[in-house]
C-alpha cells in the first residue's frame, strides 16, 4: 500500500513567505500523479514534503496510510529522482545504483546483485563501471532510475527528471518512464513544468498556481473541461486563444464571460464559412512539418491556429476562422472560474461581426 | 656646509640607553661641528653582525659600527675592520683606559675596537626572598655549593608561592660560572679549546644540576634565556647572575630589595669582559675614518663615560670617570653599581678568533641538552669540543 | 528560539576561547611594563602613545600601507593578465610558463633572500620603496588561483566581448576582471595580509627608519633593548596589536567576498 | 616569396595575425619575467653558491665541489632536521585538514553562529605571528605558563611543554595548526558549498546514516578540495620558520630545529653561506620531488566531471 | 552586402580529430538560414569559424564578397548571439546592450539613445538598469538579441539561442526572433538542434551530420523530400517510420529499399482499410492535448501514429494503419539515399500481408 494523501498542506520557509497554501490531494496506490504548474509554484516544495525534506507547516501527510508528518526521509521507505539526478560523480554506475541499498545496510553481495538486475533492466549494464561524468545525458537518467529502482519501494517521487534532456531524447525517456510505471506497478508523483510531458505520462494531472491547487483530474478533464482560465491556458500546444465573449460572432454568453478557443478547434476557411467566424489576417506562420501554425490578427484579438500544411487556403494573407461554439470554453471574467458550455446563438448575429 | 663629515655609526642601543647614547653623540657633534654622526639603532648584537655580513658585498656597510668582544675577530679576520693600532697608540687617551679597555679590543696583536660598553657578570639577589626564606642575614655567595644551599632553601621554603631559588645562568654567566672553576671554554691567550676540560665539565654539571637535578632553576631559563632576568625582576627568582648592564632596570624593579655581589669564586676568583667596542670599516674614505675616530676617542673619554656609566651600569673604561661628577653621585645613589668595578681585578677579555662566533651559536643547544638532562654532560662536552676544534680547523 | 539563542551563545564562547591568546595580547597591551612582570594590574594607554609617538609607529603604518597597498595592486595586475593568459590561450610553451609559475610555490623565501639582496644592491635599489615592493610582486599563488578561477568564467564572455569588438586587454579588464571581483578580492586580502607580515625581507632591505614597515617596527621594539636588556612585552604586545587591526578591518571587509571567492578556484 | 599587390594586402592581416599569436606571450612577460628575476635567478646564484665556500665577508669565493652537500649530508644536524620537519609535516597536515573538514562541516551554514566562528578563525591567521609565538610561549611556560596553571589547579603536575624534546615538537604543531586553521576552513568551506545539495537530500531519501554519507559522500566529494590544501600545507610545513624562531629557536637541544630554522641559522648566524645554499637547494629539490610525487599518486584522482 | 560564402570549410582542432569534411553553404544576403544535426555534428564550429573565433584549417569564407579567413572577429563586422547569452553580469542591461557600441568609440550620448531605441523594440525598457543576473530567461535572451542589434551590423550568428528557455517561453521567442528578421532584413544563421525551431524559422534549412552538409533548403523541401534517410528521420516530430519496404504492402519498389512513412501520414481505421495498411497493436498512447501518439507493433516494425483524440477507433488496442503509397519515402538501403516516389501495386497484394 502506497498510496499518498496530503490534507491541507500549508508550507513557508524560514524567513519567507508562504509557498503552499492549503493544498489537499489523495494520491491512489499505482497511480501516476503529475504535478505541472509554472516556475515557483511550489511543485518542488510540495514533493520534498513528501520525501521529508522539509517539514510541513501544516497540514498531514499520510503515505500508506500512516501518518508521516514526523518521520525522517530514510523511514519514509520513498524513492526519489532529482532533476539533476543527483549521481554521485565519484562512484560508479554500479556504486551508485547500490548506495541506497549499503546505507541500509544490504550486504555486498545482495546489493551487487540487486544493482545488476536494475542494470539489466535499463539497459545499463555496459557502463556499470563507468562512473557518471562518462555517460552521456539519456543514460545518466537511466543511472537515476536504477538508483530509485534498486531501493524495495513501490512509491517513486521524480523532480523534473528529464527537463535537462534534449528533445528527441526527452520523447524517448517519456514513454521509458511511461512503460517502466506499467511494470513496476508502483505510485508515482512527478513534477514537471512541461505540459506534454504531464498530459502524456500522468494518470491524473494536478495544475498548481501559487501554491494553490487547480485542478486534479485525468489528463482529457483538463484538457477538455479545465476548471478555470488559467489551467486552460496553461495546457495546450500552441496555448488556447481567449477572447471577449462577446466580441466572438455566434456565441450566447454572459457579457462578462472570457471565451477560450483551442487554436486547433479553428477551422481555416478562404471565404467566410457557413458557421460562426472571425475574419483574420495571418501575421506569421511557422511550419512545423506536416503542419503550419498561423499567428493572425482578428476582430477580437490575436489568434493562432493550427492547419495540416495541406490544408492551407491558396492565399493565406487574408482568411476565416471557423469555430464551433460548442466547444468554446467560458470563463468568468474576474474570478476565471470555468462556465458552462455556451450555447450558439442564431446565425445571422454572424453576419453582424 | 661641505666640509661636513658624515659618519654612519650603527648601534645597539634603545631605550634609556639609547637615549645616553644620544647625549654622548650630541655633546660630541657640539664639540666637532664639521661631524655629523649619523647614528642608527640596528638591533641586538646578532642583527648588527647578520646586517653587516649583508652589508659588506652589498657595499653598504657604514662607517664606524658597535661590535660584541667575542665577535668583531671575523670581521677583523676578514679585513673588514680598520687597524686602529696606531691611531690608538698616538691617542693620549689610551694612558687613560683600563688595561682590560685596552686589552679587549686586540686581536692577534692588532687593534680593531675601542671599547664603549663594558661589563662583567655580576651577582643579583633578592633580600626580600632571602628574608622570607628564613635567612636573617646575608648567606655566604662564594662557591657553587653556597649558591646551591640558598637556592634550595629559597624553593624548599616558598616553591609553593612559585618561586624559584635561582634563575639558570645565561651564557654570559655560564662563561663566568666556568672561569669561576679555573677553566675556560677557550683559553684566551693561547686560543686552545678547553671546553672538554675537567674544570670546565665541572662546571657544566653543576650548572645543569640546577635545573635539572635539584629543579631550582626554572627550565623555561634554559629555552628562553630572557625569563631567567623576567623571572628575577618580578620576584619569581632569588638569585640572577647576568651582566651589570642589568642593573638600571633591576633596580627599577626592585627597589631596596635588589643587592649586588661579585660573582662566585668555585676555585679561583675570574670573570668575563662582555659589552662592545666601537670599530671602523676599513673601506671608508680616510676623512671619515678619522672622523669616526675622533668620535671614538670622545666616546671613551672620562666625561662621556661618566654619562655612560651612570645611566646605565656598565662599566667605566677610563680611569678618569670617576673623578666625573656625575659617576659620583651614581657611586653614592646606586648601591651596588660599583660590584663590577670592584671585580675588574679578576676580570679578563676572552678570546675572539673566527671560530668564537661559531663556538657561541652551537653552545646554546649544548646547555639545552644537559640542562634538560636529554645527553650526559661529559659526553656532550667531549662531542662539543670535537666539533668546535674540527670548526676551527675547516675555517682556517 | 532559544536553542538558537543557545547556540550563538556557544558559537561566542568557542570563539573567545579560540582566541584567548589574542585577546590576552590585547589585555597584556593596556598595562604597565612594571604590572606585567609583577603581575599586579595597572592599566594604562602608555604603550599605544608610546610606539605610536617614540617609535615612529605612525610612519610605519603609512609605509606598510604603502608597501602592501602597491605589492597588492601589482600583484594581482600580473597574476591577473598572466592567469588570463594561462586560463584561455593554449600556446606553445605555455605548460611549460605555467609549471615555472606553480613551482615558485614550492620555493622557501629564505632561499632567495640572500641572491635578492645582491642584486637590489648592484643596481641601488636597496632602501627605498621600489626595492622593498619589486621582490614581493610575483606571486605564482595568484595566477595560479586566479587561473583556476578564470577557467569557471564561460568563455563565451570574452567571445561575445571580441565579437562586440573588444582587443584581448578590454576583455580582461572589462570583462574578466569584473566578472572574477570575488577572487580576486578575496586574493587580494591573501597578498595584502602575507606582505603586511612580511618581516625578513624588510629587515634586510631597508635600513633607512623612514622606510621600516610595521612588522620591522615590531620586531626592532621586541629586539630592542640591547643582548642585556629585557623586552617591555606589553609596548611589543601593543604595537602587535596595532599591526593587526587594519588587517582585520580589511578581513571583515571582504569577509563577504571570501568563501564565494574561493569557491570556484580552489575546487576545481 | 610572391612580391607585388598579393603579398602587400596580406602584410596587414599577417602583422595582425603575429599580433595575436603574441597576445598569451605579452601578458603573461611582466609576471614571468619578475619571477625570473626575484626568484629564478636566486636559485641559480644559490645553486652557484652551494659550490663555494664563503663567508659574505671574503672578497673571493673558492669552489669547493660538492664538499657542502658532503658535510651537509653527513652531518647530525641535517638529517636531525630532516627527520624533525618530517615529523612536522606527517602530524601537522592531517591534523590541520581532518580538524578543519570536521569544523568547516559544521560552519558551512550561513546562520549568525556560524559567521561568528568564521571570523574567529580565521583572526589568528591575520595575526602576525611574532606575536603569536611570544603569546604560546607565554602559555606553555612551565613556571608562569596558562596551561600549567590550569593543570595545577585541577591537581596535576607540571609539564615541561617546551623542554621536553617529544612535546616542543607537538606545542609548535598546535600552534602552528591554530594559527593556520581559518585558512583551511574557509577553503573547505567553499568546497563544501560547492557539493549539490541534491546529493544530501539524495542520501537521506535513501537512508541516510550521517557519517556514512560523510565518509561516502562528503569526503569524496571534497577531495578536489583536500588535495589543494594538502599541497599549500605540505609547503607550509616545510617552510615554517618564523613561529619556530620565536617560540623554541630549533630547540629544546635541536628537537624543533626545522630545514628552513637550520637554513636560517647555517647561512645568517653562522655565515656559511655555501652550506646554506646546499641546504636550500636540497629543500627546493625535495619540495619540487614531493610536489611531483602527490600529483603522480593522488592528483589524477580526485577530479570528477559530472 | 551581407552574404556569405562558405567554400569546402575544413576545420581539425589542435590535438582532435578532424570535426568538419569540406562544407560549402552558400548564404544568401538576408536569409534566414538555420543549422540542424545532432549533438556533436560541427555546427557551433561552423558558426565559429564564420565569426572569426576559431581559424579554419582549408576552404575559404567569404563575408560580404571579401575573404575573411585571417579577419579578426571584431573586424567582421558580424553580432553573434550565444547559447547561454554571455551576458555580461557585471552590467546592467543598457551597458551590456551599448558594450560592443562603447567598443568601438561610439559616444555616449549616441549609445545611450541606441540602447534605449534597441530596448524599446524588444519590451526591455523597464528593464535597463537591472542586471541580467534580475532578468527572467526571456527576458536574458531578448538582451542578448538587444545586444547584437544595437551593433550596427546585418549579419548574425545564433547559436541555440533558446535552448535554454522552457518550453512556452520558447515558442514565444521564436516568434520573436522570426518577427524581428522580417523587420530588420538581416542575414542570420542560427543553430539549433531542435526540429521545431529549424523547421519554423528558416528559409532554408541546412542539416549537418558528422562534419558533413547533408542537405541545404527550404523546409518545406527537407520535409517533404529529404536527401536521404538521415534528413528524413532528423526532421519531423514524431520521427519517421521506417520499414524494410519490401515489409509494406502495396508498394512497389527495389528489394533493397528502406521505406519512410510519417506518423501523419498513416490513418487509423478500427477494421481492415481499402488501401494499403499494416495491422497493428497498440503498446502505449500518449495524450497530446488535442492529439494522440500511438507506439504499435506491427508486421513491419514499430511504427508511431499520430491522430487527433476525437479520431482515435473505438478499441484503440487493435488496428489498422492505412497509408498512401505515394506519400512513403523510399531510401536506399547502403547509402541512405532518397529514391523516386514508389508506385502502387496492384490492390491485392494489401491483402496478402
Ligand atoms: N529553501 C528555501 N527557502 C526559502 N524559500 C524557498 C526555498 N526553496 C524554495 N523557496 C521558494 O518557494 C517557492 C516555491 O519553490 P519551488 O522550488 O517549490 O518551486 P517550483 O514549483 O519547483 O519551481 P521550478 O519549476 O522553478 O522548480 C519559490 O518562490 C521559492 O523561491
Ligand atoms: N576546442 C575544441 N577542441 C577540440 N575539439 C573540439 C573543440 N570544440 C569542439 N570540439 C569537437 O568538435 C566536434 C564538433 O563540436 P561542435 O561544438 O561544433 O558540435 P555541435 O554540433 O555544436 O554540438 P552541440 O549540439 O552539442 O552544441 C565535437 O566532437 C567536439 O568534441
Ligand atoms: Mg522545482
Ligand atoms: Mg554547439
Known amino acids: 500500500m502506497s498510496a499518498i494523501q496530503l490534507t491541507d498542506i500549508v508550507k513557508s520557509y524560514a524567513h519567507g513567505p508562504q509557498v503552499l497554501h492549503g493544498v489537499s490531494m489523495d494520491i491512489r496506490d499505482g497511480e501516476f500523479a503529475v504535478i505541472v504548474g509554472p516556475s515557483g509554484c511550489g511543485k518542488s516544495t510540495l514533493l520534498r514534503l513528501i520525501a521529508g525534506l522539509e517539514q510541513v507547516s501544516g497540514g498531514d501527510i499520510t503515505i500508506g496510510g500512516q501518518r508521516a508528518n514526523d518521520m525522517a526521509p530514510q523511514d519514509r521507505d520513498i524513492a526519489m529522482i532529482f532533476q539533476n539526478y543527483a549521481l554521485y560523480p565519484h562512484m560508479t554506475v554500479r556504486q551508485n545504483i547500490a548506495f541506497g541499498l549499503e546505507l541500509r545496510r544490504v550486504p555486498r553481495a545482495v546489493r551487487t546483485a540487486r544493482a545488476e538486475e536494475v542494470a539489466a533492466m535499463l539497459r545499463l549494464t555496459p557502463y556499470l563501471d563507468r562512473k557518471p561524468g562518462a555517460l552521456s545525458g539519456g543514460q545518466r537518467q537511466r543511472v537515476a532510475m536504477g538508483r530509485a529502482m534498486a531501493r524495495d519501494t513501490t512509491t517513486f517521487l521524480m523532480d523534473e527528471p528529464l527537463s535537462n534532456l534534449d528533445n528527441a531524447l526527452r520523447t524517448e525517456m517519456r514513454t521509458e518512464i511511461k512503460e517502466l510505471h506499467g511494470k513496476l506497478k508502483a505510485t508515482i508523483v512527478y513534477v514537471t513544468h512541461d505540459q506534454t510531458e504531464a498530459l502524456s505520462l500522468a494518470d491524473r494531472v494536478a495544475v498548481m498556481k501559487d501554491g494553490h491547487l487547480q485542478q486534479f483530474d485525468t489528463p482529457e478533464a483538463i484538457y477538455d473541461r479545465p476548471a478555470n482560465r488559467f489551467v486552460a491556458g496553461f495546457l495546450g500546444q500552441p496555448a488556447m486563444n481567449f477572447a471577449l465573449a462577446r466580441d466572438l460572432p455566434g456565441l450566447r454568453a454572459p457579457g462578462d464571460s472570457i471565451a477560450g478557443l483551442r487554436p486547433e478547434a479553428l477551422s481555416l476557411h478562404g471565404t467566410a464559412p457557413g458557421g460562426p467566424a472571425l475574419r483574420a489576417r495571418v501575421t506569421l506562420s511557422e511550419m512545423t512539418g506536416s503542419g503550419v501554425i498561423l499567428h493572425c490578427d482578428t476582430d477580437a484579438g490575436r489568434m493562432t491556429a493550427v492547419t495540416p500544411r495541406h490544408a492551407l487556403p491558396p492565399d493565406p494573407g487574408a482568411l476565416w476562422l471557423g469555430f464551433d461554439p460548442a466547444r468554446v470554453h467560458l470563463f468568468d471574467a474576474a474570478t476565471g472560474t470555468r462556465r458552462p458550455a455556451p450555447a450558439a446563438q442564431p446565425h445571422t448575429a454572424n453576419l453582424s461581426a | 656646509q661641505t666640509d661636513t663629515t658624515t659618519v654612519e655609526f650603527w648601534h645597539s642601543f634603545g631605550g634609556s640607553s639609547g637615549a645616553a647614547l644620544d647625549r654622548i653623540i650630541e655633546n660630541f657633534e657640539a664639540a666637532h661641528p664639521d661631524i655629523d654622526i649619523e647614528a642608527e639603532h640596528v638591533g641586538n648584537y646578532n642583527d648588527i653582525v647578520a646586517r653587516l655580513q649583508a652589508a659588506i658585498p652589498a657595499n653598504r656597510a657604514p662607517d664606524a659600527v658597535i661590535m660584541e668582544v667575542t665577535r668583531y675577530g671575523l670581521f677583523a679576520d676578514r679585513g673588514v675592520l680598520l687597524d686602529l693600532t696606531d691611531k690608538v697608540a698616538a691617542d693620549p687617551l689610551s694612558d687613560d683606559l683600563f688595561d682590560f679597555a685596552r686589552e679587549v679590543g686586540v686581536f692577534e696583536g692588532k687593534n680593531y675596537i675601542v671599547p664603549f660598553n663594558s661589563s662583567t657578570p655580576v651577582l643579583y639577589y633578592n633580600a626580600d626572598i632571602l628574608d622570607r626564606a628564613g635567612f636573617d642575614e646575608e648567606p655566604p655567595l662564594e662557591t657553587y655549593d653556597d649558591l646551591l644551599t640558598v637556592a634550595q632553601q629559597v624553593q624548599e621554603e616558598l616553591g609553593d608561592e612559585g618561586i624559584r631559588g635561582i634563575s639558570a645562568p645565561g651564557q654570559f654567566a655560564r662563561w663566568g660560572l666556568i672561569m669561576a672553576n679555573d677553566s675556560d671554554l677557550i683559553d684566551s691567550t693561547t686560543g686552545e679549546i678547553l671546553i672538554d676540560a675537567p674544570n670546565t665539565v665541572e662546571a657544566y654539571e653543576w650548572m645543569a644540576d640546577l635545573v635539572h637535578e635539584h629543579d631550582v632553576a626554572s627550565p623555561d631559563n634554559v629555552t628562553d634565556e630572557d625569563t631567567g632576568k623576567e623571572d628575577f625582576l618580578a620576584g619569581r627568582s632569588a638569585i640572577m647572575m647576568n651582566s651589570t648592564g642589568n642593573y638600571g632596570e633591576s633596580k627599577e624593579a626592585l627597589g631596596d630589595a635588589l643587592k649586588v655581589r661579585p660573582m662566585p669564586c668555585n676555585k679561583v676568583c675570574a670573570t668575563p669582559i662582555g659589552g662592545a667596542g666601537i670599530g671602523i670599516i676599513a673601506s671608508a674614505e680616510a676623512r671619515v675614518q678619522d672622523a669616526a675616530y675622533d668620535f671614538i676617542s670622545f666616546a671613551a673619554s672620562p666625561e662621556s663615560n661618566a654619562i655612560w656609566f651612570s645611566e646605565t651600569g656598565y662599566m667605566p673604561i677610563n680611569r678618569h670617570t670617576a673623578d666625573q661628577q656625575l659617576a659620583k653621585d651614581a657611586l653614592a645613589d646606586k648601591p651596588g653599581i660599583d660590584v663590577a668595578i670592584n671585580q675588574l681585578d679578576v676580570a679578563r677579555g676572552r678570546p675572539r678568533p673566527p671560530v668564537v662566533t661559531w663556538m657561541r651559536a652551537t653552545e646554546y643547544d649544548m646547555w639545552q641538552a644537559m640542562a634538560l638532562g636529554q645527553r650526559e654532560v661529559e659526553e656532550t662536552l667531549q662531542d662539543f669540543a670535537e666539533q668546535t676544534r674540527r670548526e676551527e680547523q675547516r675555517q682556517n | 528560539m532559544t536553542r538558537d539563542r543557545m547556540l550563538t551563545l556557544g558559537a561566542l564562547a568557542a570563539g573567545l576561547l579560540f582566541l584567548s591568546p589574542v585577546l590576552y595580547s590585547i589585555w597584556m597591551s593596556f598595562q604597565t611594563a612594571n604590572a606585567y612582570y609583577t603581575g599586579t594590574l595597572d592599566f594604562t594607554l602608555r604603550n599605544y602613545a608610546v610606539s605610536i609617538g617614540d617609535y615612529g609607529f605612525a610612519r610605519y603604518l603609512m609605509n606598510s600601507i604603502i608597501v602592501s597597498g602597491l605589492v597588492t595592486i601589482a600583484g594581482l595586475a600580473m597574476a591577473t593578465m598572466a592567469a588570463f593568459a594561462f586560463a584561455r590561450w593554449t600556446f606553445r610553451g605555455g605548460n611549460l610558463l605555467f609549471a615555472a609559475v606553480v613551482a615558485t610555490l614550492m620555493i622557501p623565501s629564505h632561499i632567495t633572500l640572500i641572491p635578492n639582496y645582491l642584486t637590489l644592491a648592484r643596481v641601488g635599489l636597496l632602501d627605498t620603496y621600489a626595492g622593498l615592493i619589486l621582490p614581493a610582486i610575483s606571486n605564482g599563488f595568484a595566477a595560479f588561483f586566479l587561473r583556476q578561477y578564470i577557467r569557471g568564467i564561460p568563455r563565451a564572455l570574452d567571445e561575445a566581448a571580441y565579437m562586440d569588438g573588444a582587443t584581448p586587454l578590454q576583455v580582461l579588464w572589462r570583462v574578466i576582471v569584473p566578472v572574477a571581483r570575488p577572487a580576486i578580492l578575496s586574493m587580494g586580502l591573501f597578498i595584502f595580509i602575507s606582505e603586511w607580515n612580511n618581516y625578513i625581507w624588510p629587515l634586510v632591505a631597508v635600513s633607512d627608519q623612514d622606510l621600516y614597515t610595521l612588522q620591522i617596527g615590531l620586531a626592532r621594539l621586541y629586539k630592542l633593548n640591547p643582548g642585556e636588556g629585557s623586552i617591555d612585552w606589553p609596548l611589543v604586545m601593543a604595537a602587535s596589536t596595532l599591526t593587526i587591526l587594519p588587517v582585520l578591518l580589511g578581513f571583515l571587509l571582504v569577509e563577504r567576498h571570501l568563501v564565494r571567492g574561493i569557491t570556484m578556484g580552489a575546487v576545481k | ?306
Not at chain 4, 228 to 253: C, E, H, K, N
Open chain 4, 1 to 306: 616569396m610572391s612580391a607585388g599587390p598579393a603579398r602587400a594586402r596580406r602584410t596587414g592581416a599577417a602583422r595582425q595575425q603575429v599580433l595575436r599569436r603574441a597576445t598569451p606571450y605579452l601578458l603573461v612577460l611582466p609576471l614571468l619575467a619578475f619571477i625570473a628575476t626575484f626568484t629564478y635567478l636566486p636559485i641559480a646564484m644559490s645553486v652557484n653558491l652551494s659550490f663555494r665556500e664563503w663567508d659574505f665577508l671574503s672578497p673571493d669565493k673558492p669552489f669547493v665541489g660538492f664538499e657542502n652537500y658532503r658535510l651537509l649530508l653527513t652531518s647530525h644536524q641535517f638529517w636531525n632536521s630532516l627527520q624533525v620537519t618530517a615529523v612536522f609535516a606527517l602530524v601537522s597536515v592531517p591534523l590541520r585538514l581532518v580538524l578543519a573538514l570536521a569544523i568547516a562541516s559544521y560552519l558551512v551554514r550561513e546562520t549568525l553562529p556560524a559567521r561568528v566562528l568564521r571570523g574567529a578563525l580565521f583572526l589568528p591567521a591575520v595575526t602576525s605571528t611574532v606575536a603569536i609565538g611570544v603569546v604560546f610561549s607565554w602559555v606553555f611556560a612551565t613556571d608562569q605558563g596558562l596551561v600549567n596553571g590550569l593543570f595545577q589547579l585541577l591537581g596535576l603536575p607540571k609539564v615541561t611543554w617546551m623542554q621536553d624534546p617529544q612535546l616542543a615538537l607537538w606545542v609548535l604543531i598546535l600552534v602552528n595548526t591554530w594559527k593556520q586553521l581559518g585558512y583551511d576552513i574557509i577553503i573547505y568551506i567553499a568546497g563544501l558549498q560547492a557539493v549539490p545539495g541534491e546529493l544530501y537530500d539524495a542520501a537521506s531519501v535513501d537512508g541516510g546514516r550521517r557519517f556514512h554519507v560523510f565518509r561516502r559522500v562528503t569526503v569524496p566529494l571534497v577531495m578536489p578540495t583536500t588535495y589543494f590544501l594538502l599541497v599549500i600545507s605540505v609547503i607550509d610545513a616545510f617552510q615554517v620558520f618564523t613561529i619556530v624562531d620565536v617560540m623554541t629557536r630549533g630547540g629544546p637541544a635541536g628537537a624543533t630545529d626545522m630545514l628552513v630554522n637550520m637554513l636560517y641559522r647555517v647561512g645568517f648566524t653562522l655565515f656559511d653561506i655555501g652550506t646554506g645554499s646546499a641546504l636550500a637547494v636540497l629543500l627546493f629539490i625535495l619540495l619540487i620531488t614531493l610536489a611531483v610525487v602527490k600529483a603522480r599518486v593522488i592528483g589524477r584522482k580526485v577530479h570528477y566531471d559530472s
